[in-house]
């Protein structure tokens, strides 16, 4: 066990006031669930959802020469992202693995905001400094200047709209900006992580517990509700996102992960890892590797990353999330299978689940999509 102390956001009391269960995610004391996680998962699929997600980590990139530093830095092409859009990419090593997969806002000509998974924060942080030595530019940690407050679900965008005289009906998809929520200055991003449409809002953290008081009174009538972290992993498993840790690590390229399209190697100048991901890229074309698919259950017992797929007898891939789905009302998951078995449909399946081996049917992901 570390002896460092839990960090607390600064909701922390509020969530404690609504008797929320409390975990440590990350070095973070994170609300877990506050009553019924499968009551949580299905309020955000129908009505809305009020999550805290200031362990995320804040990086800002400033600089005349910030676009070629992120260029460098990571997988994608940040230069191409215009002012007021955002990106999913990742920040790769030498060789290859995945550090991390961030989502990067262009707030400005020369203004970038990083932002990382909690418990790569640092990891990236450090990386992206490292990786600054040269550019004229400069990478701030601002991970203390931010609280991060997402409402997701159907419901959203009336509640937020109730509050704002922001445009959100022009806020496109993985596209951010600055505007006023309650009163509260905020960068309004309409991204997300269930599967539904949603908006994370970036504010001080002093004026975190405000914002969500002024959201939880405007959603009482669309029946928003607080969520936690466990129903968060259900809805991102259902909509087929991947989880660093899970999904993502550093013995995986993104062509290992089925996410070659974040790689642009035909954007100007050399990135870091460029070349294994060429070699990756090859090799996966000649001989594809494992492939990520979606598994459901035909029985009730429940998979857990770590547990083997198995055919015919033998090992043929690993479970890295499963859960029980409240949409599908079935055990669910994630898992690395050799492409023989990687079709939708492919019978014969199943994961071993402490030495019984439970029958499950490949599907293609994600499991959940939400009528547009």
Not at 345 to 355: A, C, K
């Amino acid at each position: 066990m570390s002896s460092t102390p839990l960090r607390h956001t600064a909701l922390d009391a509020l969530h404690r006031s609504l008797g929320a269960t409390m975990t440590d995610f990350a070095g973070w004391d994170m609300p877990l669930r506050y009553g019924s996680e499968r009551d949580e998962h299905n309020a955000v699929r129908t009505r809305a959802g009020l999550f805290d997600l200031s362990h995320m980590g804040e990086i800002t990139v400033t600089g005349p020469q910030a676009a070629a530093l992120l260029d460098h830095a990571l997988v994608g092409n940040i230069g191409g992202v215009k002012p007021g859009r955002a990106r999913y990419t990742m920040i790769c090593r030498a060789d290859g693995g995945i550090l991390d997969d961030l989502i990067v806002y262009r707030l400005g000509e020369t203004e970038y905001m990083v932002v990382a998974n909690a418990s790569n924060a640092q990891v990236v942080l450090d990386a992206l400094t490292e990786r600054a030595a040269g550019f004229d530019a400069e990478v701030r940690d601002d991970r203390e200047a931010y609280a991060l407050i997402a409402v997701q679900g159907p419901e959203s965008p009336g509640i937020l709209k109730s509050l704002t005289d922001a445009d959100l009906d022009g806020l496109k998809y993985y596209a951010g900006l600055p505007g006023t929520v309650a009163g509260v200055p905020a960068l309004i991003a309409r991204t997300g992580y269930t599967g539904e449409d949603g908006f994370e809002l970036f504010v001080k953290p002093e004026h975190a517990v405000e914002l969500w008081q002024a959201l939880t009174k405007a959603g009482e009538g669309a029946g928003l509700v607080p969520c936690g972290l466990s129903c968060r992993d259900t809805l991102r498993l259902e909509a087929g996102m991947p989880l660093y840790g899970h999904e993502l690590s550093t013995s995986l390229t993104p062509f290992d992960a089925g996410l070659g399209r974040v790689v642009k190697f035909e954007k100007e100048g050399d990135f870091v890892g460029r070349e294994a991901l060429r070699e990756a890229a090859a090799r996966a074309e000649q001989n594809p590797p494992r492939v990520l698919v979606g598994l459901v259950a035909e029985g009730r017992r429940v998979p857990r990353a770590g547990y083997a797929v198995v055919a015919g007898g033998e090992v043929i891939g690993e479970v890295t999330s499963g859960a029980p789905s409240p949409t599908l009302g079935k055990p669910i998951a994630m898992a690395y299978v050799d492409p023989a078995h990687a079709a939708p449909g492919t019978t014969g399946v199943g994961v071993d689940i402490r030495g019984s081996h439970e029958p499950y049917e490949v599907v293609a992901l994600p499991f959940y999509k939400r009528q547009k």
